[in-house]
């Protein structure tokens, strides 16, 4: 069985048995015809353990329920096979944890041929090359790694940590824990791990991941028995100091670097505040990103509660990719639908002033946030409001806040607080108190006399549960009223399995009904684009560019002028993708819509100072700060599908005109 099988049958698990096609294809990253061809495989299989049939409906793919027992006993005691990135990932795992491991014992956790491991040996090297990591083997050591310890371990807990599933999850973990019995025979220690990491949990410190952190730590005791770390430049605070002697006490022994690297993986997997101690470098760092982001996105978020989300995680990140810590999968969970070349330009610029280095997913993650920040600068239309609350106002509380909006399609006024401010946010248009506070915060909230839920840091799927079925109990807008309505009588009609999929199904086809917006297509016309053979001067060019717009009335002269500035302060913060410019400026009542205007530059013009080549400026007009940030994300999709960046000033303003005006902004 490979890992297709089991995504598919681990969404049916957790689905109750019924799954739309569109979800598969977003967890399996592959087409209907594929997930079709898995299931009939799957199906034999089933067949001949005399579990039902998967059922390929129309839109959904559905078992029976007294079909689901089943199916979990068949995924737990059926042979598993791995691919080969699975594969990969328990070779790093196995040799990064044991000592003289040979040939014959990678053949059989993978459970394939010798000449396959061989192969996969050869990959990993190519891969671990990269970070100077040497790969070797000898009769006496066996296969082990050489290079800086601090990016193996990074490369061990990533492997260890990758996404996979249930099944492979449980494998990687069974090896570490063997592992760690050869030093200290427990077979309770992840349990007791978990219990006393548990415990150092406080409101200004929640972890991604409690049972991620537990094996990283495990995982890092086996290794560190292999090789120990270099010396690392970090201070234990006190919560850290107790839990590292708590470890002790349950029989883990740490030398000095040791206990700074176990500090490292706590402050990596922290959701949690700046405090007084924080370091000016992460502060800096945080401050340079935001500012940065504003000026590319022409937006000021300093004020809202993501802001303060941000700034929650930004330590977190700066320890991992300062120090290459690699702590928890659900890190690498967090996906934004745009974006990604921006802030990956944007985290390399100001990382490489603090030596960070960010991998994709720590991109991934921030873009995450990027997209939190320009969605929150939309006003909302929505007095209703719900309180998220929690001990310092801050964290998790805004974490919690985009998730709920994101599960209540922005219907709300979310607001965060502290206990100690509840009274002055609660008015007559509060709906919901949601409380991350813990037990201890209740008494408090009662007062109120105001309905309220207890939720996790990462909402749950029980916490995702109890929140939806307040909202359809307590429509607050005609949508959610009409949603309402219609779930109501589908239940009264049929059982429904999954409110939670209806519910977004539902709520996705009534709000793209009424919901207008600019779309890259209205913000393109044939007049507006221009081009031309050669340039030599860049503010000549912005100014060429911004003439058509300039001529209709559409922008004025020092709209130009501030775009210009702009740019001469502080250098290509536009260059969304290589070679193209998107200046843009804050507007002061001088546009009179959103627009582009475009410059194809055909030999290109060479900067000097930036030393980058030219291709195209796209001058974007833009009215207020969130109107132009469909189109502007729609652009940055469109330059990147098929690399139309790098070809883009080859094209006539014909080809360019009705390229732009056939591009599928869906």
Request: proline share 1%.
């Amino acid at each position: 069985m490979n890992n297709y099988f089991v995504s598919i049958i681990q969404a049916l698990i957790n689905h109750q048995g019924k799954i739309s096609y569109e979800e598969l294809q977003e967890d399996l990253g592959t087409s209907v015809k594929m997930i079709n061809y898995y299931i009939d495989q799957l199906n034999f299989l089933l067949n001949e353990n005399g579990i039902g049939k998967i059922q390929k409906k129309t839109r959904t793919v559905e078992i029976n329920e007294e079909a689901i027992d089943l199916l979990i006993k068949f995924v737990e005691t059926t042979e598993y096979y791995f691919n080969s990135a699975e594969r990969a990932q328990l070779i790093i795992i196995m040799i990064g944890l044991i000592k003289k491991l040979n040939l014959t014992d990678l053949m059989s956790i993978t459970k394939t041929t010798k000449n396959t491991v061989l192969t996969d040996i050869e990959k990993i090297k190519k891969e671990l090359i990269v970070d100077d990591i040497y790969l070797k083997y000898n009769k006496k050591n066996g296969y082990y790694f050489e290079g800086n310890e601090l990016l193996i371990r990074y490369h061990i807990l990533f492997s260890l940590h990758k996404n996979n599933n249930k099944i492979i999850k449980a494998i990687k973990r069974d090896i570490v824990l063997e592992q760690f019995n050869k030093y200290i025979n427990d077979e309770n220690v992840l349990p007791k791990v978990i219990d006393i990491v548990l415990k150092t949990e406080d409101e200004r410190h929640t972890y991604f991941s409690i049972q991620d952190l537990a094996i990283s730590i495990i995982a890092s005791y086996v290794r560190s028995k292999i090789k120990k770390v270099e010396v690392i430049d970090i201070e234990l605070n006190k919560n850290e100091l107790n839990t590292i002697s708590k470890l002790e006490k349950a029989g883990f022994d740490f030398n000095k670097q040791e206990k700074q690297y176990i500090s490292l993986l706590f402050k990596s997997a922290k959701i949690g505040s700046f405090t007084v101690n924080t370091r000016k470098e992460i502060i800096d760092c945080a401050k340079e990103l935001i500012e940065e982001f504003e000026r590319v996105y022409g937006v000021r978020v300093k004020d809202n509660p993501i802001y303060q989300m941000f700034l929650s995680h930004i330590e977190s990140m700066y320890y991992r990719t300062k120090y290459h810590i690699k702590v928890s999968s659900i890190i690498d969970q967090t996906k934004a639908v745009s974006g990604y070349y921006i802030t990956n330009r944007i985290l390399n610029d100001v990382g490489e002033k603090y030596s960070l280095r960010f991998d994709e997913y720590e991109i991934e993650l921030m873009n995450y946030y990027f997209e939190c920040l320009k969605r929150e600068s939309e006003e909302s239309i929505s007095k209703n409001n719900i309180i998220v609350v929690c001990a310092s106002g801050f964290g998790s509380s805004a974490y919690v806040k985009y998730q709920i909006d994101e599960l209540f399609n922005n219907e709300f006024q979310i607001k965060v607080e502290n206990i100690r401010g509840l009274k002055k946010s609660v008015n007559d248009q509060t709906q919901l108190i949601v409380n991350v506070a813990g037990n201890s915060a209740i008494g408090e909230i009662k007062k109120y006399g105001i309905e309220y839920i207890t939720v996790s840091v990462v909402l749950s799927d029980t916490d995702k549960k109890k929140l939806l079925n307040w909202l359809l109990k307590n429509p607050s807008s005609k949508n959610i009223e009409t949603l309402h309505g219609i779930i109501s009588i589908v239940g009264t009609v049929s059982d429904i399995k999954n409110k939670e999929l209806l519910y977004k199904q539902l709520y996705k086809y009534l709000n793209e009904k009424e919901k207008v917006e600019y779309c890259l297509n209205d913000l393109i016309s044939y007049e507006y684009i221009n081009k031309i053979k050669q340039c030599d001067d860049l503010k000549e060019a912005i100014k060429n560019a911004s003439k058509p717009l300039i001529i209709d009335g559409i922008i004025d002269a020092k709209y130009c002028e501030d775009m210009i500035n702009t740019i001469n302060k502080y250098g290509p913060y536009c260059e969304v993708v290589e070679g193209i410019l998107v200046p843009h400026a804050i507007p002061e009542g001088n546009v009179v819509r959103p627009m582009f205007s475009i410059l194809l530059i055909e030999d290109g013009l060479f900067v000097k100072q930036w030393q980058k080549t030219i291709k195209a400026i796209f001058v974007l007009a833009v009215t207020d700060k969130s109107s132009h940030i469909n189109p502007f994300s729609q652009l940055i999709a469109f330059l990147q599908m098929n690399d139309n960046y790098l070809k883009i000033n080859e094209q006539s303003k014909e080809e360019l005109f009705e390229t732009l005006l056939n591009f599928d902004c869906d």
